[in-house]
């Protein structure tokens, strides 16, 4: 038995041996693309953190929200399972010079807006801060 395989030789023995680089691989994967997220993530907070705070007349374009559901199983009995979910609201704004930011924002101020408002938009880099209706 060679002491570079330790499962005693052929493709048998190669295929274990191969298992804990893949294993590796796969960690090290997962673990870039969380730290990556992260950066992108601080990156942006910092950005707009360090943008201007504007406001500018805008039109209410679109809205949606986006609907998350999570089961949640607890083993073999299924009068434990549950469900959950969550919304995040978007609205899509236009400025006068025709271009549209989208901003996610509370449910609440999602459901006072309607679709043609005119207003006052308050933003900061990707952060939506208000709208203020103008009566036409």
Known sequence: MSPYDPFGGGAFGAAFSIIPVIVIIGFVLVFGMILVSAVRGAAQWNKNNHSPVLTVDAVVRSKRADVSVHHHHNGDNMA?????????????????????????????????????????????????????????
Request: glycine share 12%.
């Open 80 to 136: 434990m399972d549950h469900t959950t979910s969550s919304t995040t609201y978007y609205v899509t704004f236009e400025v006068p010079s025709g271009d549209r930011m989208e901003f996610s924002m509370s449910g609440a101020e999602y459901g006072q807006l309607v679709e043609g408002d005119q207003g006052r938009l308050t933003f900061q880099g990707t952060r939506y801060k208000g709208f203020a209706r103008t009566l036409n």
